[in-house]
């Protein structure tokens, strides 16, 4: 059955503590799971970059809390399409929280945070890049880091 796939980053308003990320994480969870949601989200500092799948008008209803959310800004849509099947099925929310190592292991993502950090808009040829950089999040050998 398709769903509804939405990729964003945003850039956190305020560095999140551990204990932040744990209650934002666990919250996500909780969420997601009554919802029929799965996705990941990276985090690194400041930069979020997450994955959501589901239900359209779920999706969309989602992403318009994140947007207004005050512990979010600068908020961009990288990618928004139907897709065949979920590619984070298994994953009420993923999660890293990367440090420069693990950055620089997933083929262009240390650079591609950089861009979105820097730029006003997304480039209509960045979709690619998103997709080929998901693709290492879903079957990458940093996949055993990811805490489901």
């Known amino acids: 059955m398709p769903v509804q796939r939405l ?7 305020e560095p999140f503590s551990p204990d932040a990320l744990i209650d934002l994480l666990t919250g996500a969870r909780d969420k997601n799971r009554r919802l029929g949601v799965s ?3 990276l985090y690194a500092e400041p930069t979020f970059l997450q994955v959501l799948e589901g239900d359209l008008e779920v999706i969309e209803s989602l992403f318009d809390v994140i947007e207004g959310d005050p512990r979010h800004a600068d908020t961009r849509v990288l990618l928004r399409e139907e897709a065949e099947e979920r590619a984070f099925g298994d994953w009420t929310m993923g ?19 950089q861009s979105q950090r820097d730029a006003a808009m997304i480039a209509d040829d960045e979709t690619a890049r998103v997709e080929k950089i ?10 055993r880091e990811i805490e489901g």
């Open 7 to 13: 990729v964003y980053t945003s850039r956190a308003t």
């Open 39 to 41: 996705g990941m989200l």
């Open 95 to 113: 999660f890293v929280k990367a440090d420069r190592e693990m950055l620089a292991s997933v083929a262009g993502l240390n650079d591609f945070l």
């Open 134 to 143: 998901l693709e290492q999040f879903k079957a990458g050998r940093w996949r």
